[in-house]
């Protein structure tokens, strides 16, 4: 039985980036907090995998973008980032290697990054620093709508938000805004890719995102040596010191509701009580799995079924033994028909010459691979599961594929010399790691699905959302962004409702027993 009463505990559901964010800022608070985390390891996909043979692989996120915001949370709990994990800037940030002709050493370094693209387009590298200098602004106008909550249609219309419509070109594409700058399609190409991290099309993706490569050149790409899982153990580290109880191999079955109000959840063969829910999964999964439909009827299952979600990802893991020549840390292999590559995808078409990433970590970090080895990370995009894609039969003919691509950057031995290899269809992203339609990167980022129209961070009567599919949206420093609004919004809700701060023990009762 639980208590009738409301329980000062917040209960948490996955122990990804978002969870964990929001343990560290409520444990602060001294508030009792519990992670329930389905995996034997915290992070969700932002997780570094130890693979037979001693072979290292980040299953997601391979590296970090602006740490500012998670050096704040750190700061925030009486402790420094840097004490807990290092994270290296990397120079060159990636490679890109234009199918078509040509390529580009990006490099945070100006005038050297100025010398790349005049090696393709000379007026077009004349118009670097304008481009860097106006985004820069844009930031700055659109930071304070970040950082807001979108809870009322009355916030689209807030200070904020009016001063930044200005800067943010609302019905232009990324690619669109970049004509303003670049001529040449290779060069507006390197800084549009970036839309992927979204899993969109730099055509559709609205122009707001061309910060996303400016946060690149302005404050650096890195990575954390150990893997970016290296960055989650930390989070949990401190999590755990602060007093919050993180309960591995433990899924949640449901939130358990009374009155319209959620009081607890059902885990591992127990109830417990919670006066607060957090959830941190997947937004699509979650919702079905964990939420009664007559408790989200802004998101029921039909909406779910019609919301835009991003693509998926073709994932081969390959443990190597030998050599890889001069192949850099991150290498983007850009189609000849990248536009036509957007459009196959989009349409449910399994491109025949994909545009490929290729992380090889080793580079910077020898801890990934034993001496002599390196750990191989491929990611293709391809359709989501809505389209009608039979990968049991696919996955090995496009296995293929993705190895002849390979060869495209050089890699003309790879098959032979593999000793390890984990492949994740769109199918196994939802099997395996609970990606509703196998969608990576979330809902989509459109102009109907962004701000008040994304899932509220305040998602109904006890129950916050916290990850890529609320407010403000996907991609590790926007979704520690999201974890400081919805703590905010918790504990603003906390203080009406005049919940102590004390820390009782935690209420569980059999999975038979009524909550009442």
């Not at 979704?479 to 935690?506: S, V």
């Amino acid at each position: 039985m639980l208590n009738s009463s409301p329980s000062p505990h917040v209960a948490i559901v996955g122990a990804g980036p978002g969870g964990l964010a929001s343990a560290m800022l409520l444990a602060r608070e001294g508030i009792p907090v519990t992670i329930f985390e389905r995996e034997p390891a915290v992070g969700g996909r932002t997780r570094t995998i130890h693979a037979p043979g001693g072979y290292k692989f980040d299953i997601g996120p391979t590296f970090f973008l602006y740490p500012r915001v998670l050096k704040d949370i750190f700061e925030a709990c009486g402790e420094r980032l840097e004490d807990h994990v290092e994270l290296k800037r990397l120079d060159p940030q990636y490679h890109l290697v234009f199918e078509g002709g040509g390529d580009i050493r990006a490099t945070y370094d100006l005038d050297r990054l100025e010398q790349e693209i005049a090696r393709l387009a000379p007026a077009d590298a004349k118009n670097v620093r304008r481009f860097l200098d106006d985004n820069r602004e844009k930031l700055e106008a659109f930071r304070p709508v970040l950082e807001q909550a979108f809870s009322s249609p009355a916030d689209l219309f807030s200070p904020a938000m009016i001063a930044a419509l200005p800067k943010l070109r609302p019905f232009s594409s990324v690619d669109g805004d970049l004509k303003r700058y670049f001529a040449d399609p290779r060069v507006r190409l390197a800084f549009s890719f970036q839309t992927k991290y979204l899993g969109m099309s730099p055509f559709q993706c609205p122009s707001l995102f061309t910060i996303l490569s400016f946060l690149e050149y302005e404050h650096g790409v890195f990575h954390p040596m150990g893997g970016c899982g290296a960055v989650s153990d930390a989070m949990a580290n401190v999590a755990r010191k602060m007093g919050v109880d993180i309960r591995l191999n433990t899924p949640v079955d449901r939130i358990l509701y009374e009155n319209g109000e959620a009081i607890g959840l059902e885990a591992g063969g127990e109830r417990f009580a919670a006066g607060s829910v957090v959830v941190n999964g997947d937004f699509g999964h979650a919702m079905r799995q964990l939420v009664p439909e007559e408790m989200r009827p802004r998101w029921t299952n039909k909406k779910l079924d019609r919301a835009k979600i991003s693509c998926s990802t073709f994932m081969l893991y390959l443990g190597i033994e030998g050599d890889l020549g001069d192949l850099a840390h991150h290498t983007i292999l850009l189609s000849k028909e990248y536009e036509r590559n957007i459009h196959e995808i989009t349409n449910g078409i399994l491109p025949e010459e994909p545009s490929i990433y290729v992380h090889h970590a080793g580079v910077t970090d020898p801890s990934l691979a034993p001496k002599g080895h390196a750990s191989l990370y491929v990611l293709v995009p391809v359709p989501n599961l809505r389209c009608d894609v039979d990968w049991e039969r696919e996955a090995p003919r496009y296995r293929r594929i993705a190895l002849e691509r390979l060869k495209v950057l050089g890699l003309t031995d790879i098959e032979s010399r593999i000793r390890y290899e984990r492949v994740v269809t769109p199918r196994g992203w939802e099997d395996d790691f609970a990606v509703f339609e196998g969608a990576t990167f979330n809902l989509a980022h459109n102009l109907t699905q962004m701000l008040y129209f994304r899932p509220h961070n305040r998602f109904g009567r006890n129950v916050y959302l916290v990850g890529g599919g609320t407010h403000p949206g996907s991609g590790l420093p926007v979704i520690y962004e999201g974890a400081r609004i919805t703590t905010r919004l918790l504990l603003e809700d906390r203080e009406r409702r005049k919940i102590g701060n004390d820390r009782p023990e935690p209420v569980v009762a059999p999975v038979g027993e009524a909550a009442v």
